[in-house]
């Protein structure tokens, strides 16, 4: 006989050897003790978890001739056939290749029939969310109201993919994931009956590439102890399935700190050139960046990394928050989608890593808001403020610098000039007394326009440079009306945080002091007036945020 795979050598032929599906075959055997067997099935879930394992053990607690504590014999007749697949009464339909609807008029002749031996003629249809629209119609009469004798097992991994007219004529069990302890205990118990010694923590790897999945981690098992020669090593391990080990993230998330360009594609390169897929290479990544999270929210337990690489990260020399591992995750998760998708995966892959060196640290706009400067929460500098390649400081001397330039307070406009060929400075207090006021005439301010806007780009660059589109027009009840040639919203919230910045700068040239009034042509032959209220939107520094991100205030 040809050599038999671990998957199936070792399928469950029980209820209680169903591994982590409690939930499933507790409910099927009450249901069959009792006598309350429903006449269509649904069973959902990942790829190897145990449907159409469970779906065989059903059909054969239904059919055994000497059923008896809540499991098939595997004894009798009955249910020796359904094992080797050779039952007249269990029928096992793939429902990938039989998906049109007239494989299921031939499904509907068929189910007249009563079984040969047993007491149900049972048919498991696999995968039938892969069935046609039409055959799922020809399918519902039958599937509501079969024959006594007949019963309908159905199993598949996109359940969304059913219609709510089929999953309503049946009773639906959700398969789950089974956990990495689970799988590590079934492939112990595997190793034990073939005699194969293993490495500590060599299980724990290959378990947690099979996410999952069962019958994929006995699969990786097979081909893991077809390289070996009498024991599972770790090394091999990594070898055969193409598992980057933790110290090798660990020295890449080093390149990231120092903003090593080099390092980081000389990395890449020798992973590239060790024969590692690229896929398996991201995916690795994601799941060690995973880990990183929940060492970071003190749930180390949680993962699968080893101790070295854990305690590196809880020490001080791992400055990274959790908000900088998400924006990390972030970028490889939509590099993963994309991959498929990729011409040449090897650059875009080093383009990408050449991001994450230049990944600035992540600072909350409350910090920014209440001009907190002291250091980020990640505590590397700003990249462009550092040579490539330089070592990581200590965390308590790297500080993050703000976003946000500093708002000066304006001086004092008694204060005396420091420049005499400014006309825009403020003139000594004594001389400020000897000054006659200017005629109170809209030509006066209009003819000293221009110094007015000097004087307010010396204070303030930005508030000159919007005041730049306007025109004084008109002096109104102690109002100086300012039109504004088809000015936004943010330039004239701007406008409002200076305004006391403009009266003082007129008052000091003019000699006499007005309150501001703007006028904003938004359409031709339309002005809308905006008289200067002050908000706590206006803040300083919410203005300057809003100005690096580009963004806009919703009222």
């Not at 790297?398 to 400014?422: F, G, L, V």
Request: glycine content about 6%; proline content about 5%.
């Amino acid at each position: 006989m040809s050599y038999q795979v671990l998957s199936r050598k070792y399928r469950p032929q029980c209820f209680e050897d169903v591994t982590g599906q409690k939930h499933v075959t507790h409910t099927l055997q009450n249901a069959i003790r009792i006598n309350r067997v429903a006449h269509g099935y649904l069973f959902t879930g990942p790829r190897g978890v145990g449907k159409t394992t469970v779906a065989r053990i059903l059909a054969k607690s239904l059919n055994c001739v000497d059923y008896r504590e809540n499991n098939p014999c595997n004894a009798c007749i009955n249910c020796q056939e359904i094992t080797e697949g050779r039952s007249l009464d269990v029928l096992e339909i793939d429902g990938a290749s039989n998906r049109g609807i007239n494989d299921i008029r031939e499904l509907r002749e068929v189910v007249k029939y009563p079984p040969t031996s047993g007491r149900f003629r049972i048919y498991i249809i696999d995968e039938v969310h892969m069935l046609t629209r039409e055959a799922f119609n020809a399918l519902l009469k039958t599937l509501e109201e079969p024959p006594s004798h007949v019963i309908f097992i159905m199993a598949t991994t996109d359940p969304h993919k059913i219609p709510q007219t089929i999953l309503s004529r049946t009773q639906r069990f959700d398969f789950n994931r089974l956990t990495l302890h689970e799988i590590c205990n079934h492939l112990q118990s595997v190793l034990g009956l073939e005699d194969i010694g293993f490495e500590e923590n060599t299980l724990d790897v290959i378990a947690q590439k099979g996410d999952g999945s069962m019958r994929d981690s006995l699969s990786l098992l097979d081909q893991v102890i077809a390289y070996s020669d009498d024991r599972i090593t770790i090394s091999t391990v990594r070898n055969v399935l193409g598992i980057v080990p933790d110290t090798f993230f660990c020295e890449l998330m080093n390149h990231f700190l120092n903003s090593d360009d080099g390092g980081v594609l000389q990395a890449v390169n020798t992973l590239v050139e060790s024969g590692t897929a690229i896929g398996d290479f991201i995916k690795g990544f994601n799941s060690f960046l995973r880990g990183c999270l929940l060492v970071l929210a003190g749930k180390s337990q949680l993962t699968n990394l080893n101790p070295h690489t854990v305690e590196w990260l809880e020490s001080d020399q791992f400055a990274y928050t959790s908000r900088d591992i998400l924006r990390m995750m972030e970028l490889v998760l939509q590099f993963e989608a994309r991959m498929r998708f990729m011409e040449q995966p090897h650059i875009a892959l080093e383009a990408l890593f050449l991001k994450l060196v230049a990944l600035d640290s992540s600072v909350l706009i409350s910090q920014l808001l209440s001009g907190q400067h002291g250091p980020a929460p990640m505590t590397k500098k700003i990249k462009s403020a550092r040579p490539t390649g330089s070592k990581v400081e200590a965390p308590s001397a790297r500080i993050a610098k703000p976003i946000a330039p500093e708002i000066q307070t304006p001086e004092p406009i008694s204060q005396p000039a420091e420049s005499a060929e400014s006309p825009a400075q403020a003139p000594a207090p004594d001389q400020t007394q000897k000054k006659e006021p200017a005629s109170m005439t809209i030509e006066s301010i209009t003819e000293n326009w221009p110094r007015i806007l000097e004087a307010i780009a010396d204070k303030n660059l930005k508030t000159a440079h919007y005041l730049e589109n306007g025109q004084p027009t008109r002096i109104e009840k102690g109002n100086l009306v300012l039109t504004l040639q088809a000015t936004n919203g943010f330039e004239l919230r701007t406008l409002e945080k200076d305004v006391q910045l403009i009266k003082e700068v007129i008052q000091t040239i003019m000699g006499f002091t007005l309150n501001l009034l703007f006028v904003s042509n938004v359409t031709p032959g339309k002005k809308v007036r905006q008289k200067i209220q002050t908000t706590d939107l206006d803040h300083p520094l919410t203005v300057d945020v809003i100005e690096l991100f580009n963004g806009e205030i919703l009222r």
